[in-house]
């Protein structure tokens, strides 16, 4: 049975939301560019007179809705963010849920996908490196992601919540820590450190929760 999983944050880095569909697709133009623009200047290269000259459209424009590049990087890893969830979410409904070594492999297959096909997610994945809180003010970045993944898991698994969270957290802390390691060594992400990490995330949860 399908459902829908949306992930939530205690702010919003928008001024105001876009009510009409023009303006919605302006605000997806502007995340667009500043995702291309992560990939060619950093972050720290970033600016809102890029931004908006790439999206074509004023710094004005991008003003009514963003206060600064932050904000920008904000809803972009959001997006990001959400993107990941919907695709997990749509994996799970294939797997069997109780087999660990297929959860994990398609949820760092995907991770990896990302990091390595959508513009800018390689530069700042779920936020780390713009702030460690750029999600929600009052968890940290993996924290958001930990807690979007046992709402997942719960759901698709007859596992209380308590039950899975600590697991969880301790396999996405382990998984983000090697995997950044991966792409140290190799912008496409070394392979053996990468089977190496599926290992050790599928021992370990299948551990927990069995095989």
């Given at each position: 049975m399908s459902q829908n999983h949306t992930v939530t944050q205690a702010?919003?880095?928008?001024?105001?939301?876009?009510?009409?569909?023009?303006?919605?697709?302006?605000?997806?133009?502007?995340?667009?560019a500043s995702a291309e623009l992560l990939d060619e200047v950093g972050y720290e290269g970033l600016t809102t007179t890029l931004i908006a000259k790439r999206a074509g459209v004023a710094v004005g424009s991008l003003y009514q809705f963003f206060p600064d590049k932050r904000a920008v990087v904000?809803?972009?890893?959001?997006r990001n963010l959400e993107r990941f969830i919907a695709a997990v979410n749509e994996r799970l409904e294939t797997l069997d849920p109780h087999h660990w070594w297929d959860v994990v492999d398609s949820l760092l297959d995907i991770?990896?996908?990302?990091?390595?096909?959508?513009?800018?997610?390689?530069?700042?994945?779920?936020?780390?490196?713009?702030?460690?809180?750029?999600?929600?003010?009052?968890?940290?970045?993996?924290?958001?992601?930990?807690?979007?993944?046992?709402?997942?898991?719960?759901?698709?698994?007859?596992?209380?919540?308590?039950?899975?969270?600590?697991?969880?957290?301790?396999?996405?802390?382990?998984?983000?820590?090697?995997?950044?390691?991966?792409?140290?060594?190799?912008?496409?992400?070394?392979?053996?450190?990468?089977?190496?990490?599926?290992?050790?995330?599928?021992g370990y949860l299948a551990g927990k929760f069995g095989e």
């Open positions: 702010t919003t880095p928008l001024r105001r939301q876009p009510v009409q569909q023009r303006s919605a697709k302006r605000v997806e133009r502007m995340l667009d904000q809803a972009l890893t959001q991770y990896l996908t990302m990091h390595r096909e959508i513009p800018g997610f390689s530069k700042v994945h779920f936020g780390d490196v713009v702030d460690l809180r750029l999600l929600d003010d009052r968890r940290t970045n993996n924290r958001v992601v930990v807690d979007a993944l046992a709402d997942l898991v719960t759901a698709h698994v007859k596992l209380p919540q308590d039950e899975v969270t600590l697991p969880i957290s301790i396999a996405v802390e382990a998984a983000d820590g090697l995997l950044n390691y991966a792409f140290r060594i190799d912008p496409h992400g070394d392979a053996a450190v990468i089977d190496e990490t599926k290992a050790l995330i599928k």
